[in-house]
C-alpha cells in the first residue's frame, strides 16, 4: 500500500509515519530528511537548500522528485509512505509518473487536519533524537527524565533550525500557497480520506489505521 501523509507543517506527518513503519513495515519517504542529511553533508546542493530550507521556502520541484526517484527503486516492503512530498502540483504528478514506472499505484493521501492555532506551540516544543530521528514534543511526548531515546537509546536531542515562529509562518504560507491545492486534486481523484489530527497521538494513530483497514 502506497500513501500520502498531507497536512501542514507541524501536523504530526513524521510522527504518524514513524507509527505506520512499526505497524505496517512500511518505508518512510521524508523529502525535509532527505533535505536535512544532503544539508548535513556539505555538498553544493546541500549548501543551496540550506538557506531555502531556513527561510521556510520550497525546494525546487526537480530537486525533491530526483531525490524521490532514487528512493522508489529499491525493495518497496510493506510499501511507502509519502511524509512531505508532494506539495505542488507539479510534484504530484511527476509522483504519478514515477510510481507507474515503478508498477505501483497510490492507494490514499491522508489529509492531517489540525487547527492552525496549535501549529506554533507543536512546532516550537518539537525535538527530535539524533540517534533514530524519533520525534519528541516539550508538553505532550517530553523527552525522558533520564534523558535517553526510549527507542535506540541515544542521549543527544536536535531542534530543527526552521522550527522557529517566523520560518512557520512563511512555512504555512507555502502550506496554503502550493500544497493545500492538493487536496482538493485528490479529492476528485478519489483519493482522499480526512483525519481530524487533534488530540492525542495514539488518537490519531487509532484513526489512521481505521482508514487504512477501511
Ligand atoms: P519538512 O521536514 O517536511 O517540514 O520540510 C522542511 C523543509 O524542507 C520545507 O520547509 C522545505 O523547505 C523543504 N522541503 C521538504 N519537502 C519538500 C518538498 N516536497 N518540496 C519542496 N520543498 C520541500
Redesign the pocket.
Known sequence: MNIILLGP?GAG??TQAQYLVEDRNMIQL???????EAKDSGTEMGRK?AE??????????D???GL?REKLEGDKKGGFIF??????LA?ADALDDLLQEQGERLDAVIELQVDDEALVSRITARATCAGCGEVFNDITKPIPEDGKCPKCGATEFKR?A?DNEE?LR??LM?YYKK?SPLIGYYYAKGKLARVDAMGEIDEVRARIAGVLDA
Open positions: 507543517p506527518k513524521g521524508s523529502t525535509g530528511d532527505m533535505l536535512r537548500v531555502v530550507m531556513a527561510r521556510g521556502d520550497l525546494v525546487t520541484d530537486i525533491v522528485i524521490i511524509d512531505g512530498f508532494p506539495r505542488t510534484q530543527r526552521d520560518s512563511q512555512r507555502e500544497t
